[in-house]
């Protein structure tokens, strides 16, 4: 029974999604939506919740000021993009947990070991998970090589470029036909 549902439901979906570039902004837009929905709502919580909690630490955050007005809507961009950059991988890995682990690499490995390469931080200024929290107003150990509001916009092309080449990848692949179990 489970598996004539499974079959059923492949077949809806590619009615639905006649090619897989759509299913997958289908994707990016709904968890893409949902990670910013759910980030602005923990920001809003975190910047009311630590002044409040523990005021020697965090009295002077303000989430009124420029720079926490700039978290508001920064962090929840920066959310929708990086799931953007997430469905790409997974498109183009097609295994989750190499998917994630594709992702994890780059983000807390390869962007934060570049600085240690010589003239590292001329080329970690390029990382774009990095130009991204630095565009969140987070004080960062290099500068930013397009300011604040030209990171994001980096941030968001590196976003855009993998899921071209992922749809184009994935549109060039040859179907595999379904083993039958």
Known sequence: MAVRWSRWRLKVARILFPRA?????????????VAALVTLILVVLIMTVLPLRFPQVYGAVDIGSPAGLR????????????CGIGIAVGSLVRAPAAAVAVVLFWVHLAENSIGLLPNGYALQA???????VAA???EMA???RFG????LIYFLTVALVLFLLSAVVR????RRPRRRR
């Open 21 to 33: 570039w759509t299913s997958a902004l289908a994707r990016w837009i709904f968890y893409g939506v």
């Open 71 to 82: 978290f508001l809507w920064a962090v929840p961009l920066y959310a929708f993009i990086a």
């Open 126 to 132: 390029y990382a774009p998970f990095l130009n991204s």
């Open 136 to 138: 969140t107003g987070q």
């Open 142 to 144: 290099f500068l930013p």
């Open 148 to 151: 604040p509001a030209g990171s």
């Open 171 to 174: 549109a060039a692949a040859p």
